[in-house]
């Protein structure tokens, strides 16, 4: 069974940075694309980025592609989402998500989900 643990949420500042950290366990990720969702307050969980875990193919939103970069350790099983020039309306929920095969868009297409970390962006 997979294990996804988010870290790293908290509240920031406008214009500020933060790295969001997702560690995966309970088996073997060479074959497994991660992604990141967010869900705000009233809305529907959206796509963030994904990356695949050997080939290091990504995808990310419109809305973050120049802000945001999702990177990988494949010694430590984690993936990393660092976010540059927060605004208020990134604030959400951020959830780690993982499946077998290749970055895809659809929170449908990944069966495995963390509990989520919160990042609220102050103005």
């Known amino acids: 069974q997979v294990h996804l643990v988010e870290s790293g949420g908290g509240l920031v500042q406008a214009g500020g940075s933060q790295r969001l950290s997702c560690a995966a366990s309970?088996?073997?990720?060479?074959?497994?694309?991660m992604a990141w969702f967010r869900q705000a307050p009233g809305k529907e969980r959206e796509f963030v980025a994904a990356?695949?875990?050997?080939?290091?193919?990504?995808l990310q939103a419109v809305s973050v592609k120049d802000r945001f970069t999702i990177a990988r350790d494949n010694a430590k099983n984690t993936v990393y989402l660092r976010m540059n020039n927060l605004k208020p309306e990134d604030t959400a929920v951020y959830y780690c998500?993982?499946?077998?095969?290749?970055?895809?868009?659809?929170?449908?297409?990944?069966?495995?989900w963390g509990q989520g970390t919160q990042v609220t962006v102050s103005s």
């Open positions: 998500a993982i499946r077998l095969g290749g970055v895809v868009r659809s929170m449908n297409e990944y069966p495995d």
């Open positions: 309970g088996r073997t990720f060479s074959a497994y694309t």
């Open positions: 990356i695949t875990w050997r080939g290091g193919d990504t």
